[in-house]
């Protein structure tokens, strides 16, 4: 079984551009999660879909966007790029949101830098 | 909010030996999971090991065991026979229990994990 494959794995942006990273989750999962991980931050919720629907977002201006298509594969965007942006985004899928016995399993990040 | 504290930022230990990674955590809720994610160099975060919350009996994984205290709110993390395998970052990590829609886990700020061959 694959597992959480996020895409691209590396990329540099310009300040001011945007970005699309790509997350598909384990065969089977609906529920994607995005993180922001930097040394100054840590780790930061991003948000969660489930089913195509935004069901919980963190505390992250609007530039950052995301969405989930009917097959579970998950995008999230950023907007007019800034510095701070620079991090690895994390993805996370699981099968049964909420429910006991359930886990996040992490994709492999993607490294962003914006210079 | 929650928020979860790991007050060691870097640990070592010697291989075969034991360590214990410290983790506290507040909340207002009464059912949770904690949670042990490991990241190696790779950066793919791993699970270690899980605890319900209403479970009082430690959950253990091989060499893996958690010592879990609700009321005092911590959840250590204890590697027995340290293996060159468990060097990494090891994150701690609060989910709220609900039926449905709620994935967000709230992490700790980490602790490296070195281990002395």
């Known amino acids: 079984k694959a597992g959480v494959t996020q895409t691209p794995r590396y990329l540099i942006k310009t300040r001011g551009q945007q970005v699309t990273l790509s997350c598909s989750p384990i065969?089977?999962?609906?529920?994607v999660s995005w993180y922001q991980q930097t040394p100054g931050q840590g780790l930061q919720f991003l948000f969660e879909?489930?089913?195509?629907?935004?069901?919980n977002k963190g505390n992250f201006p609007g530039r950052f966007s995301g969405r989930q298509f009917s097959n579970s594969r998950s995008e999230m965007n950023v907007s007019t790029l800034e510095l701070g942006d620079s991090a690895l985004y994390l993805c996370?899928?699981?099968?049964?949101?909420?429910?006991?016995?359930?886990?996040?399993?992490f994709g492999q990040g993607t490294r962003l830098t914006v210079v | 909010a929650q928020t979860v504290t790991q007050s060691q930022p870097e640990m070592s230990v010697q291989e075969a030996e034991t360590v214990t990674l410290s983790c506290t955590y507040d909340?207002?809720?009464?059912?949770?999971?904690l949670f042990w994610y490991k990241q190696p160099p790779s950066r793919q975060m791993i699970l270690v090991i899980r605890?319900?919350?209403?479970?009082?009996q430690n959950a253990t994984e091989n060499r893996f065991s958690v010592n879990f205290q609700k009321a005092a709110k911590s959840f250590s993390l204890k590697i027995s026979d340290s293996q060159l395998g468990d060097a990494a970052m090891y994150f701690c990590?609060?989910?709220?229990?609900?039926?449905?829609?709620?994935?967000?886990?709230?992490f700790g700020t980490g602790t490296r994990l070195t281990i002395i061959p």
């Open positions: 605890q319900e919350a209403y479970k009082q």
């Open positions: 879909y489930f089913s195509e629907t935004q069901r």
């Open positions: 990590a609060y989910r709220r229990r609900a039926n449905f829609g709620n994935e967000k886990l709230t």
């Open positions: 065969s089977g999962h609906r529920s």
């Open positions: 996370a899928s699981s099968s049964a949101p909420g429910r006991v016995g359930t886990e996040a399993f």
């Open positions: 909340t207002s809720e009464s059912d949770y999971y």
